[in-house]
């Protein structure tokens, strides 16, 4: 550093020193205009990217029907695609279009991948699989090429003396990156289940085209605040001049002889032909990569709670009153509670910590929020324990399930693989019957006279399967009907229903009537045709339909004929014919049989699985965890990041820090194709377990990280004569990198 030196002239050195401390004063009052625009950009660009990312994975497995551990890895590579594509926006922006050009660009990229990705959900309209994936890419791309741009834009903004203002920036932009989260991510799961277009139950056109409408309006905004702009020109290829100098330096090192002058670092090494300034700057870039080499793992947990943790949900109860909390809106908490804990962490936890002299460094707050966040999956893991224990079983191999239900209205006596009696009403599931055998099951009423003699059926049964039957009569005889796979919950948190309407009438003998359902609730419809073709005989036709997953809650049933050539005046149009309730998570059967052999029809419900008793609302303690360990890891990180990077460097490193989370997805893609685990708790524990282990390491490695200080101007010169101040750029310098050696 250069030292001011007088001629003598101390009331111009003295003037020339207040005028330095004026103008710092004036830059520290005022706050960049430019930033408004940057800040409305981020919370659309959020509302886009998490409103399409809250519904993703039930939308690749209730649409696409993907399982979960396939949609997981969907789910997750397009996590890590996101993560991967800011390295190259990056390169665009510090060696070629500026950051300016390339956040305008790449967002269109990014705008055709949300109007490519909605449209595909759109039935029958373009090839659904091969558009959401080809939507699900330049989304990825548009999202990621921007990321690392846009925060270090905003970092340009901001001058000299106003250190204060641009650490106050961070976490205004972050908080804007929640509030945009916190809104879409309450509102999309809404747009899916509670709207109904194309025919269908739910709208993931309209979920997906909302956010698509948002990263518009990004886009718009964004070019609005252009005449505010301070933007800075490329400083050329940044990124190849580095790999450039790194290679040129091992290289010279592997040749070097004995009888060569040895360098003090391995990087020196390249003097020959590169400047000091950008030797320097690679080992401050290469100092801090180091660290980031633990920290995917923190991102292979947070992510999660738009996979894993969503589909916990789906196993739990959302009731909250009248209203249903749906599985993929849990995702809400955590923005919420950033939008809550960033002011209480800024004005209260940090300043007590810091009178206690306690977590006052970056990385001490980093590995806190690393524990913070193997303590979320810990407890996730135990709840999961909980879950799992009140989930119905699935067959072991070799063996199988056999259920009966009996909607007689009377006993029903079973002599089979195992021998029971069901009361009226009642299910009954026989666990681990050996499978591969065919079994004679006999069935006899007990108490209904018009048919006492008993039915003999051959009943074979697969490994792994669950063989159900549902036992009805004609006037004379018991019919059982086999159901296909009426033992299961739903994927999305919703009621699993089946209907039966049974008729003592053999329909194939009179015209063809179409007969529909009518499911309407305080705020959802849902219609129902019913089949007719697949069981008619002895006098008795079924009519059925295939599961279906309605939103918890309480329901009219009504059972209109839409074909007028029926006479046998069975229903008049229109004509109520229950009230049923069904909740989260329950599997449930719905007869509509006709009363005492009467044509008046009488709703009977059966609940073969139970629906779900734990409550969602016991996440929140995790999501609570992990949102405080986000903010301390993620928020310092982004900072820490943009602090530490020297000037021509910053997007650079900005993307390495993004880069970890995609390595963090690239870790879950591994485990879930892996499979290596059959409970979802053992997978929870062992990423908690994983967690801690690494935050030790990093701790360690914290603990010999020597702080770059970076002044980001200096004066250089004062002018005698007018006091005219220039100043120039300072080469960092670390004392550490001295103890770098290859």
């Known amino acids: 550093m250069e030292i001011l030196k007088s001629s003598g002239n101390t009331d111009n050195l003295t003037e020339a020193s207040n005028l330095i401390d004026n103008k710092a004063e004036d830059q520290e009052k005022k706050y960049p205009k430019s930033v408004v625009f940057i800040v409305g950009n981020e919370f659309c660009e959020r509302f886009c990217y998490y409103g399409m990312k809250a519904v ?27 993560y991967f594509t800011p390295l190259f926006g990056a390169m665009l922006a510090d060696s070629f279009l500026g950051k300016f050009k390339t956040i305008f660009y790449v967002s269109i990229v990014y705008v055709m991948g949300n109007i490519i990705l909605s449209s595909a959900s759109i039935p029958n309209f373009l090839p659904m699989t091969v558009m959401s994936m080809i939507g699900l890419t330049l989304i990825a791309i548009g999202t990621g090429g ?28 972050y908080l804007s990156i929640n509030a945009g989260s916190l809104l879409s991510t ?17 709208c993931y056109p309209l979920a997906f085209g909302v956010p698509s409408i948002l990263m518009i309006i990004a886009l718009a905004l964004f070019l609005c605040g252009k005449p505010f702009y301070n933007i ?22 592997v040749r070097i002889t004995k009888n060569e002058n040895r360098r003090e670092h391995w990087l020196d090494y390249a003097d020959d032909k590169y400047d000091l300034k950008l030797i320097e700057e690679i080992k401050v870039v290469l100092y801090i990569l180091r660290l980031y080499i633990p920290l995917p793992v923190f991102w292979a947990l947070f992510d999660q709670q738009g996979s894993r943790w969503t589909l916990q949900a789906t196993r739990m109860n959302g009731t909250l009153g009248n209203y249903s909390i749906k599985p993929d809106q849990m995702q809400v908490i955590n923005p919420l509670l950033i939008v809550v804990f960033i002011p209480l962490f800024e004005y209260i936890i940090y300043p007590i910590l810091a009178k206690c002299n306690c977590l006052t460094r970056s990385l001490q707050r980093i590995t806190a929020g690393g524990l913070l966040a193997a303590s979320s999956f810990f407890i996730a893991g135990f709840l999961q324990i909980k879950i799992e224990s009140s989930l119905p079983l699935t067959p072991a191999a070799g063996f199988s399930q056999f259920g009966v239900i009996n909607t007689l209205p009377c006993h029903l006596n079973l002599i089979g693989p195992r021998n029971i009696t069901l009361e ?14 065919t079994y004679k099951i006999s069935f006899a009423a007990d108490g209904c006279d018009n048919f006492t003699r008993a039915e003999d059926y051959n009943v074979t049964l697969a490994s792994g399967k669950i063989q159900t039957m549902m036992a009805t009569s004609n006037s004379k005889n018991i019919v059982l009907k086999n159901l296909e796979d009426p033992l299961r ?33 305080k705020e959802n419809t849902y219609f129902v045709p019913l089949d007719f073709e697949k069981f008619s005989t002895k006098g008795l036709t079924i009519g059925s339909m295939a599961s279906k997953n309605i939103i918890p809650g309480e329901y009219n049933l009504y059972l209109p004929v839409a074909n007028s050539t029926w006479k046998g005046n069975l229903i008049h149009p229109d004509a109520k014919i229950g009230t049923f309730y069904v909740r989260n998570g329950g599997s449930y059967i719905l007869t509509l049989v006709p009363m005492n052999h009467t044509e008046k029809l009488g709703l009977h419900m059966y609940t073969i699985i139970q629906p779900n008793e734990i409550s969602m609302f016991l996440q929140i303690p995790q999501y609570m965890v992990i949102t405080a360990g986000e903010i301390m890891f993620s928020v310092t990180g982004l900072e820490f990041s943009y602090s530490q990077a020297p000037s021509s460097m910053k997007s650079v490193l900005q993307a390495a820090w993004l880069l970890t989370v995609a390595f963090g997805n690239l870790i879950v893609v591994i485990v879930a194709k892996l499979q290596l685990f059959h409970r979802q708790s053992h997978e929870f524990l062992m990423f908690a377990s994983l967690m801690v282990a690494v935050m030790l390491l990093f701790a360690v490695m914290a603990y010999f990280y020597k702080y770059v200080h970076q002044p980001q101007r200096e004066i250089n010169v ?18 550490a990198f001295g103890d770098d050696k290859l």
């Open 56 to 82: 993703l994975t039930l939308y690749l497995t209730m649409v696409l029907l993907y399982d979960e551990d396939t949609a997981t890895m969907i789910y997750h590579t397009f996590s890590m695609g996101c």
């Open 718 to 735: 004062i002018d005698k004569s007018n006091t005219e101040i220039t100043s120039r750029e300072n080469v960092f310098t670390n004392e």
């Open 146 to 173: 921007i990321k690392p741009c846009v925060s270090a834009f905003g970092g340009d903004q901001f001058g000299p003396g106003q250190k204060r203002q641009l650490q106050s920036f961070f976490s205004l932009f």
């Open 232 to 253: 800075i020109p490329p400083q050329g290829n940044i990124v190849l001049r580095v790999l450039q100098c790194i290679f040129y330096a091992l290289k010279r090192k």
């Open 489 to 521: 919950t739903s994927k999305t948190g919703t009621a699993n229903v089946q209907f039966f309407l049974i008729l003592h009438k053999n329909l194939k003998q009179q015209p063809k009537v179409n007969f529909t359902l009518i499911i309407k609730g």
């Open 424 to 437: 009226p009403g009642e299910v009954h599931v026989s666990e681990n019957v050996k499978a591969n055998k």
């Open 186 to 202: 309450f509102l999309t799961p809404i747009f899916r289940a509670d709207i109904h277009c194309f025919g269908n139950n739910t």
